[in-house]
């Protein structure tokens, strides 16, 4: 299963991806507002990249953004009906992501059964925050320090969007 947009190709990851995952992951950049510290190794980043195969086997809901035969990203479903993104920097502030998640959207409510559609940001993502809400998630409560990453506490914003009537 892959779809398609104007720009992007949206597929299952693939151990080839390993390089370009890990230069993504590895970005403080890219992971400021992320659960997790930068990945230091690319073995670390393996283990994300072997969740991603396996739940692909399983069912294709999180997908990686390819640009040209390069994964510059990861979007999708993530685990139960949370959605999340993630870009490398050298692409951002290009529309990839939300171009990315109206593909990806339909797709999830068109192959699950769930109710709704989940996100958690950083508040002070301020972009991430600006496309959910371009998406069509209302913010539904947030919560203070519900991350502590390299001895900074970060806090949540929480969104859902429901299925289509």
Not at 10 to 28: E, M
Request: aromatic letters at 10%; glycine letters at 4%.
């Amino acid at each position: 299963m892959t779809l398609t947009t104007k720009r992007l190709t949206l597929r299952a990851a693939q151990q080839s991806d390993l390089g370009d995952l890990f230069a993504i992951f590895s970005d403080p950049r890219a992971m400021q507002y992320w659960s997790t510290a930068p990945h230091d190794s690319p073995a670390r980043t393996q283990e994300n990249l072997d969740r991603m195969i396996a739940s692909a086997a399983r069912q294709l809901v999180y997908f990686v953004i390819d640009m040209d035969g390069k994964a510059i990203g990861t979007a999708g479903m993530h685990k139960d009906d949370e959605v999340g993104f993630l870009l490398h920097p050298d692409y951002w502030r290009r529309g990839i992501v939300t171009e990315a998640m109206t593909a990806i959207i339909p797709h999830i409510f068109a192959t699950t059964d769930v109710a709704q559609v989940t996100a958690d940001a950083d508040p002070l993502n301020l972009a991430s925050v600006a496309c959910l809400k371009s998406l069509g998630f209302q913010q539904t409560s947030t919560a203070k320090n519900t991350f502590f990453i390299n001895g900074v506490w970060s806090d949540s914003v929480y969104f859902a969007l429901p299925r289509p009537a």
